[in-house]
């Protein structure tokens, strides 16, 4: 019987970070060898410290399903799925090394409206935010891309972490571009 902290090949570690992180790096720089994966490394370290409460706007997680190894699967997930298509695309738009990195973020980042801030006296735990959990970590994903180089998608981020939601049907959220659409779906897979 496989361990319930390792990916469905057993072979990665979906409760460690560097593991995941790890991981997804290889992916990602097996199809961007020119590209580095400095912001990819920068926002697992970055999202592992706003679950753990090492974050000083952030208390720790405290949501059973929505923790940081649910998010470590998702973004694992997700890398693969984007890996996946980019290497058996047959004359479809490339997914660029940008958009990949950006779909690593969104997954990161997709449940971290779950995430109490520091001094939150109206909510004694993070499953209170379930309603609003997906427009919460929506607004703090776009700060974050902006923040971290990719302003061209802080927008199109709070469509693309709706794919994860219920409270839109995927058919009525709305982006301009069909690769970004894609990139979305696979987010929601």
Same mark, same amino acid.
């Given at each position: 019987m496989q361990s319930n902290d390792r990916?469905?090949?057993?072979?990665?570690?979906?409760?460690?970070?560097?593991?995941?992180?790890?991981?997804v790096s290889r992916l990602f720089l097996g199809l961007y060898?020119?590209?580095?994966?400095?912001t990819l490394e920068r926002a697992f370290a970055d999202v592992?410290?706003?679950?753990?409460g090492k974050h000083p706007r952030f208390e720790a997680c405290d949501t059973g399903f929505h923790d940081l190894?649910?998010?470590?699967? *998702?973004?694992?997930?997700? $890398?693969?799925?984007? #890996?996946?298509?980019?290497?058996? !695309? =047959? @004359?479809?738009e490339p997914l660029?090394?940008?958009?990949?990195? *950006?779909?690593?973020?969104? $997954?990161?980042?997709? #449940?971290?409206g779950y995430?109490? !801030? =520091? @001094?939150?006296?109206?909510?004694?735990?993070?499953?209170?935010y379930m309603a609003t959990h997906v427009s919460r970590g929506a607004a703090l994903l776009h700060d974050y891309l902006r923040e971290a180089g990719f302003a061209r998608y802080a927008n199109a981020s709070a469509a693309l972490v709706h794919f994860t939601g219920r409270?839109?049907?995927a058919e009525a959220i709305r982006?301009?571009?069909a690769l970004l659409r894609r990139v979305g779906q696979m987010l929601g897979t």
């Open positions: 990916d469905v090949s057993g072979s990665i570690r979906t409760t460690d970070p560097a593991a995941v992180c790890a991981e060898p020119e590209a580095s994966s400095r592992a410290r706003i679950y753990q190894q649910h998010v470590l699967d *998702v973004t694992l997930a997700q $890398a693969r799925l984007m #890996d996946g298509y980019e290497r058996a !695309r =047959r @004359g479809a660029t090394a940008p958009l990949f990195a *950006v779909g690593v973020i969104c $997954a990161l980042f997709h #449940d971290v995430v109490r !801030r =520091r @001094g939150d006296r109206r909510h004694r735990n993070g499953a209170e409270a839109r049907p982006l301009d571009h």
